[in-house]
């Protein structure tokens, strides 16, 4: 047995067999030929065993997610198949005596280029597709067909490391336990495994990677973010139990559910949910959350192939707003850039994207964009109590902007004839230092704010939340943090407006009392922590002690 430790990012117990995640990072280069009619040949032959995987993949789509989803793959097709593309490659292979494996990446960059620089922003979308297929060909010709990365049965997944729209587009069913050799406990990609309701690790080592293979036998311990790998029988004895014992507190707190989170001397809070896709809804209702605090819209983006339709956006927003039946439903406008990419964007590669246009910044670049999500967003606000809410906000310019170009869309939606709630409530991020400093000014612009700490903490404390080799200097609990809340807690309550949390330390139920006695409203985190939470206000009395600081 060995054993590796990493950070849990959530808390529960898995044992089974290991699936090692499959990535194509495939390196091309030319390679002279002899003998194009032979090279031709292999190209012919990778052609059709892609044709083949694509056919299998559009009959699966077809059958799990519906005709929508499985046409995306029927027009990888009909693009694969397309007598153009074959001739490019041919013309490549034969005219300058270069490897199929090259001459299908130099085709797939040409018509990726033609069609990024069409003014139709579905056609430029389609680069991604021919970058999609043509990997599938190159990948084909290399012996590396892209491949189901589950295996057979439930898995252990461990991957060197996945970018959000990876993590996204992982089938859940198939997963026992998720486990990355590398990236840092404050990124997407943990969270959003956090949010997957199965015991995960962030950052078990290089080692641990070198160490394991497809069927290896584990045991996953969310809680400590320990992985044994090969476990003794002892010790899968003594982590069954543990199994057993958390299994059993969850059952304690399931009779929290249709109780509210009072705390003994009076003081109520509302325990919100953060969501990241419609899917997660099942867990809000299960765990009885009083509300979503957070919907991060940007993963029906990251999900997508092309800029989701205000149709598909309204209909998944209105999905959300109806199953929470009059509760509040926040819903945070597209904050994509950073570490969250589509290819459809073509957003240009940053030195320091943290810093760069992402998020608000992109919306308000391309207003289009921001118009098409605000559209669905108000006309779904009639199905629900929607609040929206807008990352990244660093001035009151950007919020005078915002909000003008809400005022915008709702005009133009009266002027349609198509109604939208009054009611709907507007807040911001407090995510960064400056809005926190000016929030005696955004307070009286807004309905609420929502405390973001993973990126407060990421530029108060100057620490890139990717990079796993300054986690050592984040300090959740730095008191720069808590001073930045504070002041936002007493500017928004001076201008009559309400104060959540929803970024990850709203979890931390040693800061509980502290946030109360700062006088935060509400905490919104993932599904499975809301009745915890709920538990620890109940037995909290502020009237006991009056703490003088909230520092440690
Ligand atoms: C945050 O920054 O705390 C937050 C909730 O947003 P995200 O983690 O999606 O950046
Ligand atoms: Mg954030």
Redesign the pocket.
């Known amino acids: 047995m060995e054993k590796f430790t990493g950070k849990g990012v959530y808390g529960a117990v898995a044992i089974g067999k290991i699936s090692v995640f499959k990535k194509h990072d495939i390196e091309v280069k030319p390679v002279h030929i002899g003998d194009a009619e032979k090279e031709k040949r292999r190209f012919e032959e990778a052609k059709a065993a892609s044709l083949a995987q694509l056919e299998e993949i559009h009959a699966k789509a077809l059958a799990e997610s519906g005709e929508e989803d499985a046409a995306i793959f029927e027009a990888h097709i009909m693009m694969l198949d397309d007598e153009d593309y074959y001739d490019f490659v041919s013309n490549i292979i034969e005219s300058q005596s270069v490897n199929a494996e090259y001459a299908v990446m130099k085709t797939s960059e040409h018509f990726a280029e033609m069609f990024s620089s069409m003014d139709d922003a579905y056609m430029k979308a389609r680069a991604a597709d021919i970058y999609d297929i043509s990997n599938r060909v190159i990948a084909n010709l290399m012996g590396k067909a892209p491949d189901n990365p589950y295996g057979s049965g439930k898995v252990i997944l461990c991957a060197p490391d996945l970018a959000p729209s990876e993590t996204v587009s992982l089938d859940k069913d198939k997963i026992l336990a998720f486990v990355t050799a590398y990236g840092s406990s404050n990124s997407?990609t943990a969270?959003l495994a956090g949010n997957m309701n199965i015991p995960a690790v962030i950052g078990a080592g290089e080692e641990f990677l070198s160490k394991i293979k497809d069927g290896d036998e584990a045991v996953v311990d969310g809680y400590t973010g320990e992985i044994f790998l090969h476990p003794d029988e002892e010790t899968k004895k003594r982590l069954l139990q543990k199994q057993a014992d958390e299994e059993n507190q969850k059952r304690l707190l399931q009779k929290l559910k249709g109780k509210e989170a009072v705390t003994m001397d009076g003081r109520k809070i509302n325990i919100f949910a953060?969501i990241g896709s419609v899917d997660d809804i099942d867990a809000v209702l299960a765990n009885d959350a009083d509300g979503i605090g957070?919907f991060?819209s940007e993963f029906l983006y990251l999900e997508s192939r092309d800029y989701p339709a205000e149709e598909q956006q309204f209909t998944a927003y209105k999905k959300v707003l109806e199953s929470m039946a009059g509760k509040k439903v926040i819903i945070r406008t597209l904050?994509i850039g950073a570490d969250k990419q589509a290819d459809y964007f073509h957003l240009k590669k940053e030195e320091n994207p943290a810093l760069g246009c992402r998020a608000i910044r992109l919306c308000l670049t391309r207003p289009e964009i921001f118009k098409t999500q605000l559209r669905a967003l108000y006309r779904a606000s009639l199905y629900g109590n929607l609040g929206i809410m807008f990352?990244m906000i660093t001035s009151v310019s950007e919020l005078t902007k915002i909000l003008k170009i809400c005022e915008e869309v709702k005009s133009e939606l009266t002027a349609q004839s198509i109604a939208y709630s009054s009611q709907t409530e507007l807040g911001i991020?407090i995510?960064t230092p400056a809005a926190a400093l000016i929030s005696d000014k955004l307070a009286q612009m807004v309905d609420f704010f929502s405390?973001?700490?993973?990126?407060?903490t990421q530029y108060t404390l100057a620490c890139d939340r990717q990079n796993p080799d300054v986690e050592p200097f984040v300090d959740t609990h730095h008191e720069a943090i808590f001073a930045l809340i504070q002041m936002s807690a007493e500017n928004a309550h001076k201008h009559g407006a309400w104060i959540g949390i929803?970024?990850?330390l709203a979890a931390d139920t040693s800061l509980t009392e502290t946030f109360l006695r700062m006088g935060i409203d509400e905490l919104s985190v993932s599904p499975a922590f809301v009745l915890k939470l709920r538990d620890t206000v109940r037995n909290l009395n502020l009237s006991k002690k009056e703490r003088d600081s909230f520092a440690r």
């Open positions: 997407h969270i953060n957070l991060r904050d990352p991020m995510e405390v973001g700490t993973n990126d407060l929803c970024g990850e």
